[in-house]
Every structure is written in structure tokens, then in C-alpha cells.
């Protein structure tokens, strides 16, 4: 089954065609990437899947569920019980802790709050010690941790993440892509992930590439080969 078909006609932004007759399928419990180039449409196509941007002739399911059949207010309970977001720059709240910034999502859907789910969270992902902390003493490895953590609380069925490694470092892009693989592994959430980093893209079942409005699927077969011929390029660098 699959956890997304979204079909588009036609896509504009502004007088330029973004989209024309693309579509994606994604499996329910994937891991996977959308790349390209910058201004291609990923962050348009993130906002399409999950129901922020619906100005697009086209027809879009969710687990069978005909989305673009219900109305606004139907669409937007939609997003808050089934989709979790988490962005570049993380979008926390500096001055409050990590905890209270985990649990806004709950208070604003008015759902019960259960302290000792989520320290079991805190405790899962490596950041017990940092429950209590001022986001603003974090690092930004730990602040992408709790952005996740926050987008994974109301256990949504589709998680997005918008260039989630972007302003990170090597270690803590390594420690940001296994909490994904985590994530999907131990709950079976479906795992979207708009980057620009090739170097990760092993971690994905699927590579999706945007390209001449067309949304393109890489085998595996031509994954492996880039992994491999950048990391030539980096060994002939170094030999330089």
C-alpha cells in the first residue's frame, strides 16, 4: 500500500510551470529523497505533499484517502493527525526548553500530554540530558534532534524534512540521518526528505529527482555509481 499518489497536472509559480503531468508514489514505512536543483520546486513539492501548498490542478491520496476531494477544513485536520514537518533552520523556540518546545504540537491539537512517552522519546534519540535545557544552549545537531522529537510526538503517518542536514556538520548530519532511519525502522512513519547532500543519499529506499517539471526515480544502480564517483573525485583531490 502505498502512503502517498499525488498526480499534477500543472503546476505554476507565478507565470513559470513548475510541474506538468508528474506524479510520485511512496510506500508506507519509506525512507526516501527528493533532490535537484536549487529553485527546481523541492520545497514546492514538500509544501504539495504535505497539504500547505494546494494551488495545483492535479489529484492527491493519502493512504487511499482522496484528499483533494475534501474540504479546507477537512484538508487541514488532514495535515495536523497525519503529517510532521521538520525544517532547515528548526524552527524552535529558543528561549523555552526542549521539552515544552516537544509538546507545543500537543497542546495546539488539545491531545493528552504524557510526561513518561516523551522522555522515552528524549531517552530513544540520545538527549535525556538535554530535556531541560534552553534551546538556545544547544547545538545544532541537538536542535535538529528536537525538531524531530517535536514532528514525531503526535505520531503522524508522513514525516517532511526540508533540507534537515542543510547547516549541519559531517558528525552531526551522520547523527541526524540515523534518527530518521530510527524513526522509520522502529515506527513505520513514511520519511520524506528534501536535500542537496549527495553524501547521504545511501541512507534512502528511493531517490526522487526534479527535473524539466517531471519528477524522476533513480535506481539504486545510479545512486551507487555517484556515491562512488564522488568519492574518486575526493580521493584524486587528495592526491593532488
Not at 507565470?15 to 529523497?33: C, M, N, P, W
Not at 540521518?177 to 520524506?192: A, N, R
Not at 542537496?196 to 526522487?208: A, E, P, Q, R, T
Request: net charge positive; charged share 30%.
Amino acid at each position: 500500500m502505498n502512503a502517498i499518489n499525488l498526480k499534477i497536472d500543472n503546476k505554476h509559480f507565478g507565470t513559470k510551470q513548475i510541474f506538468k503531468d508528474a506524479s510520485i508514489s511512496i510506500e508506507k514505512g519509506r525512507l526516501v529523497a527528493i533532490i535537484g536543483w536549487s529553485g527546481i520546486g523541492k520545497t514546492t513539492l514538500l509544501n504539495m505533499i504535505g497539504l500547505i501548498d494546494k494551488n495545483y490542478d492535479g489529484k492527491y491520496e493519502i493512504e487511499d484517502i482522496c484528499v483533494t476531494d475534501l474540504k479546507s477544513s477537512e484538508q487541514e485536520k488532514t495535515r495536523k493527525e497525519m503529517i510532521g514537518n521538520v525544517f532547515q533552520d528548526f524552527l524552535l523556540i529558543d528561549y523555552l526548553s526542549s521539552y515544552d518546545n516537544v509538546i507545543l504540537p500537543l497542546v495546539y491539537q488539545k491531545k493528552k500530554i504524557v510526561k513518561e512517552d516523551i522522555i522515552q522519546l528524549f531517552e530513544k534519540f540520545n538527549l535525556k540530558n538535554e530535556i531541560d535545557q534552553t534551546v538556545s544552549t544547544l547545538s545544532d545537531g541537538q536542535k535538529q534532534r528536537v525538531a524531530i522529537i517535536r514532528a514525531i510526538v503526535t505520531n503522524p503517518k508522513l514525516l517532511l524534512c526540508d533540507e534537515p542536514t542543510g547547516n549541519l556538520d559531517m558528525e552531526s548530519t551522520k547523527i541526524v540521518m540515523d534518527t530518521l532511519k530510527q524513526i522509520k525502522e522502529e515506527f513505520k512513519t513514511t520519511i520524506v526528505v528534501v536535500t542537496h547532500n549527495v553524501n547521504i543519499l545511501d541512507y534512502f529506499d528511493k531517490v526522487y529527482e526534479i527535473k524539466d517539471g517531471k519528477i524522476l526515480w533513480w535506481k539504486k544502480i545510479y545512486v551507487a555509481f555517484m556515491l562512488i564517483q564522488k568519492a574518486w573525485k575526493k580521493v584524486c583531490f587528495l592526491k593532488i
